[in-house]
């Protein structure tokens, strides 16, 4: 088994670079050594804080989730560079997964209305690069770090249409909400079309069979309009959480703490 494991690790047909490939793979094989263990947990605890110390700052945010495999043109792509521009312009950070795409619009739209704009970039073995409309990023080697980033600093999440990622990205959050993990921040579902078939699914299989709760789905706003996604973001800031993002400062800095 263990010949078998390395053989996964060092396939040459994998793309993108080596040695992350390794590390991240012989992570999620399993126990090993103590040492490397430990290490890892320095390379973890590391990550967080970078994290934490580069976002503290960030005043209020609202995270935007979507595919990175769309361009410029792409009717998904114009509608995040709307709505990236109109929540700038409503006083919060617009946070992205910080790569091309839905993630890239959101931050251009952001950066073109003068507001704040970052990213939680992360490594992968083919896609991603931080795009080019960010304040500040970081980037990331854990999904998992890089998940805990995306959430804790906002007050709503706005997903656009995308893969895997954004499926996983959605369902963690609203898991987050259900198990009040998290308030109950709105999670907006940009293009009706494109969801409509998995709230379908949510309501003649989920709820039906007692799965979850109608109450559940509440937590959803599903729109095509960039216009009411933001106000939704606004009005859960200002009406839930006595909160005015443009009118909020961030945290003050200390000097006794390098900061």
Known sequence: MRQRQTNVVNDPRVEGP?????????????????????????RIGREFFRGLRTF???????????????QEGDPDYEAAREVGRRLAEAGFTVMTGGGPGVMEAANRG?????????GCNIVLPHEQAANPY????????????????LVKYSYGFIVMPGGFGTLDEAFETA??????????FPIVLMNAAFWGDLMGFFRSRLVASGKIDDRDLQHFTVTDSPEEA?????????????????STPPPRRHWWLFE
């Open 134 to 149: 960010l304040d500040r990023f970081v980037t990331f080697h854990y999904f998992f770090v890089r998940k805990v980033m």
């Open 18 to 42: 080596r040695e992350h490939n390794e590390s991240e793979r012989r992570f999620l094989l399993g126990p090993a050594n103590r040492g490397s263990e430990f290490l890892r947990l320095l």
């Open 110 to 118: 952001a950066r073109e209305a003068g507001g704040r704009s970052v």
């Open 56 to 70: 503290h700052f960030l005043g209020p945010c609202v995270t935007v989730f979507g595919s990175a495999r769309v």
């Open 230 to 246: 933001v106000e939704v973001m606004v009005r859960a800031a200002i009406d839930r959480f006595g909160l005015t993002p443009s």
């Open 175 to 184: 898991t987050l909400v259900q198990t009040g993990k998290i308030r109950d």
